[in-house]
């Protein structure tokens, strides 16, 4: 059994390490308490505080501090750099949507910065990321698209120009594949006219894009499905339009990787046509 004397000792040790931990709890508190904007900074302290957090990567904290700074120093000699910091954390704490209203606020109020360059790349940065999954509302990717365009006509010699273009690339690929989603839905759903027409806004709008060579491939299948079910008045015209894809087809890809399989529609479409000279041959006799 512990004696008394001993049990004396133990409860100073004891008391002795919870003050000292006490003690380091409210000496961190203190610290950690002092690195934040306190009443009664001037602008100069809260500013360096500001910054400080920015260093450390503290982003939340950071966009905190520069907004309470903006509020004590607006129009001061430090607000520019205030706003690009405050768009800055926003960004890299991936509050895209607030950062892009930040970085514009920026060129408005200091369109002749020499940070105005980065600032117009990342506006459009942030659309590129709010931009979603080719399913859902695309407003973001065509603000990307708007914004990479402005910067590229403005910066034509930047060093961002090639992440611009292969911004944009992307962008539009995603663009191009929610038409061709749609144009396949209302062919699986055989509803053919819609998709000949929805396969064809992929084609004139895209051209570039992978989508477009599939789009035609699919469009001509959908004009010679078309034509099948339809009454036999309209058959041969829409076979017909399944043959001019065709050619379409030829002049943009005419290495392209579905060479075989529109060469076996091309086939199916033309002998559907030969059957209708043929019929019409035999009748006249």
Do not use: H
């Not at 910054?51 to 430090?78: C, M, P």
């Amino acid at each position: 059994m512990m004696s008394f004397t001993r049990f004396q000792s133990f409860q100073k040790y004891t008391r002795y390490v919870l003050s000292a931990i006490l003690l380091l709890v409210i000496m961190a508190s203190g610290c950690r308490n002092t690195s934040f904007i306190q009443p009664g900074d001037t602008l100069e302290v809260a500013y360096e505080k500001a910054l400080a957090l920015y260093e450390d990567e503290k982003w939340d904290e950071a966009a905190g501090a520069f907004n309470a700074v903006l509020t004590l120093g607006r129009g001061s000699i430090v607000a520019q750099d205030v706003q690009f910091y405050l768009a800055e954390a926003n960004y890299k704490n991936k509050r895209y949507l607030v950062a892009a209203s930040e970085y514009e606020r920026f060129t408005l109020l200091y369109p002749d910065s020499p940070r105005r360059e980065t600032a117009d790349l990342n506006i459009a940065r942030c659309y590129y990321e709010l931009s979603p999954r080719y399913k859902l509302d695309q407003t973001y990717t065509v603000q990307a698209i708007e914004n990479f365009n402005i910067f590229l006509s403005r910066y034509p010699s930047s060093e961002y120009r090639e992440e611009a273009i292969a911004s944009i690339d992307a962008l539009r690929e995603k663009l191009a594949q929610k038409i061709y989603s749609a144009a396949d839905f209302y062919r699986r759903t055989q509803r053919y006219e819609a998709a000949v027409l929805t396969y064809g806004e992929v084609i004139d709008q895209y051209p570039e894009t992978a989508w477009a060579e599939q789009s035609l491939v699919e469009q001509m299948e959908s004009y010679i499905l078309y034509a099948d079910n339809s009454v036999s008045d309209r058959q041969r015209e829409r076979y017909q339009k399944a043959l001019d894809v065709y050619d379409t087809y030829l002049q943009l890809f005419p290495r392209g990787e579905s060479r075989t399989r529109i060469e076996e529609l091309f086939d199916e479409a033309e002998a559907a046509i030969a059957s209708f000279s043929s019929n019409t041959s035999t009748a006249s006799r």
